[in-house]
């Protein structure tokens, strides 16, 4: 079965500093992966998606994510964060072909601070 | 864009009462819904998969007679939390694909659950 770690539970960053947010994967097979935002007491929203092709992808609100098979990585990055990214960020695998069964990880809470 | 309604956002009831939460689809169609189960300060957990004209399909450990799901027509599925307790309180989510080649779900915001 797929599982997905996420090994920061609570990063601070200041803002228009530099963030990156670390996933891990663990699947036999080439994965979908996602990466989405929640804000407190809102649903998830999709920053962005890896299928296949350009392990660059690029996704809304500024943000970007490269997937790593050597390292069964897909880590978020932003280059210059903004107050209004403060929320929690969950990084989410699913099984190709299958992605409407995903397994979300325990999520990073970003803290921006001014 | 594709959105996904859920209702009520917030929910307060006694204990033993049951409560239904709806999940609408609206401007697209759905044959299967999946319904997640979020915790305080956790990730979310499927629950069960709603499907469209048949009985839904529940994850390891999730109480088909507690937590009954309905998937009446293609735009809403219900969840029925059962003889609630507050053990039941969380944050329940829903999602559809409005797509399926888009490879990608969209999710409600929520609805909270308090079993007092």
């Known amino acids: 079965a797929q599982s997905v770690t996420q090994p920061d539970i609570h990063i601070t960053v200041s803002e228009g500093a530099s963030l990156e947010l670390r996933c891990n994967y663990s699947?036999?097979?080439?994965?979908?992966l996602f990466w989405y935002v929640q804000s407190p007491g809102q649903g998830l929203q999709l920053l962005l998606k890896?299928?296949?092709?350009?392990?660059l992808v690029q996704g809304i609100k500024g943000f970007e994510a490269e997937f790593k098979r050597s390292q069964s990585s897909f880590n978020l990055r932003k280059p210059s964060v903004h107050w209004s990214d403060a929320a929690e960020y969950f990084c989410?695998?699913?099984?190709?072909?299958?992605?409407?069964?995903?397994?979300f990880g325990t999520g990073t809470k970003l803290q921006v601070i001014p | 864009g594709a959105v996904v309604s859920q209702h009520p956002s917030w929910v307060i009831c006694k204990s033993g009462t049951s409560v239904k939460i709806e999940c609408r689809s609206l401007?697209?169609?759905?044959?299967?819904m999946f319904w997640y189960r979020q915790f305080p300060k956790q990730s979310l957990m499927l629950m069960a998969t709603?499907?469209?004209?048949?009985?839904?399909?529940?994850e390891q450990g999730v109480e088909k007679d507690k937590f009954l799901i309905n998937h009446a027509s293609l735009t809403l599925s219900t969840l029925t939390v059962t003889s609630a307790h507050p053990e039941d309180s969380s944050f329940y989510i829903c999602?559809?694909?409005?797509?399926?080649?888009?490879?990608?779900?969209?999710f409600g915001a929520g609805s909270r659950l308090t079993v007092l």
């Open positions: 999602s559809a694909s409005p797509d399926p080649g888009a490879n990608v779900l969209t």
């Open positions: 699947y036999g097979a080439t994965p979908y």
């Open positions: 890896y299928f296949s092709g350009d392990t």
């Open positions: 989410a695998v699913g099984l190709s072909g299958g992605y409407q069964k995903v397994t």
């Open positions: 401007d697209f169609q759905a044959t299967t």
């Open positions: 709603s499907n469209e004209g048949s009985k839904a399909t529940y």
